[in-house]
């Protein structure tokens, strides 16, 4: 493994900037090499370079292969595992700072897969993240050097999954409230709490997340919730109570009721297939 951290300013410094780099890198995994489940307090992107593996976030499990990469947020558990028949090789980019959420969202809610790009050409990126590996001191100057291949890495980015600059001025609150509710379906949300902790009036945030999407935030949530709730009762064997715990319902009854009344059979019976 090969890697470049900056550490002439503190993490501190860095959170606080626009938008920084943390660390950078390149490995050759072996087969079924793997990293995690782990919290970091910095966003990743790694590019898939050659071969294959599995990222696991959440309750998410995407397939990765020559051409992706996967987005880990800072904050969210992360999981990931070479293939043992092609592992897989990549490069990665660690950031952070005041924008590099805002930044990070604009990627992830512009793509069809929330966690993963598809079809990228890895060449410019492997480049990039090589140039930036050649740094050997930690000087100021080296500080802005290396910025500055972030800042062109993230407008390949941009460049390569299409984003539409005027489509995100006009469905950017919409779009803030849908992945707040994504990244955060989980826990026991309450759609006020929502709305106080992304600065809405909870009239406006219903309005604005139903005229673009067609379904209050609400709905929204318990749609994505139950969905969840499937994949979890058919890959795993975990009590219908810890399934609903874990979807952030307190109460496991109402949980059955919920699913019942949506798929019309209870957990229980959709784990089985006896429907």
């Not at 990293?35 to 307090?41: K, N």
């Not at 995407?62 to 293939?83: N, R």
């Not at 309450?190 to 902790?197: E, G, M, P, R």
């Not at 379904?215 to 949530?221: C, E, G, M, S």
Request: some cysteine.
């Amino acid at each position: 493994m090969r890697e470049y951290k900056e550490t002439h300013h503190s993490l501190l410094f860095k959170s606080n900037s626009d938008l920084t780099l943390y660390s950078a890198g390149h490995e050759a995994c072996s087969p079924g090499q793997n990293y995690g489940p782990r919290v970091r307090p910095y966003n990743l992107i790694h590019f898939v370079l050659r071969g294959q593996g599995e990222l696991h976030i959440g309750d998410h499990v995407f397939h990765a292969a020559s051409g992706d990469a996967f987005l880990i947020p800072a904050g969210q558990v992360a999981y990931y595992e070479a293939s043992r028949d092609e592992p897989w090789t990549y490069a990665w980019v660690c950031f952070l700072g005041i924008q590099a959420e805002n930044y990070l969202r604009h990627i992830m809610t512009s793509t069809e897969e929330i966690y993963i790009i598809r079809g990228l050409s890895a060449e410019k990126y492997e480049t990039a993240i090589l140039e930036l590996l050649t740094f050997q001191d930690d000087t100021t100057s080296s500080y802005f050097a290396v910025n500055s291949i972030l800042l062109r890495i993230m407008s390949y980015l941009f460049s390569d999954i299409a984003f539409q600059e005027q489509e995100w001025g006009r469905r950017n609150g919409a779009d803030k409230i849908r992945f707040y509710l994504d990244m955060n379906y989980f826990k026991n949300l309450k759609l006020k709490d929502v709305a106080s902790d992304l600065g809405f009036h909870p009239h406006y945030m219903t309005r604005i997340f139903r005229e673009q999407f067609g379904i209050p935030p609400k709905q929204y949530l318990i749609e994505l919730k139950l969905k969840k709730a499937c994949g979890l009762l058919k890959s795993t064997q975990l009590p219908v109570a810890v399934v609903a715990e874990s979807l952030g319902f307190e109460d496991a009854l109402a949980f059955s009721k919920l699913f019942k009344k949506e798929f019309s059979v209870s957990p229980s019976a959709y784990r089985k297939g006896t429907f």
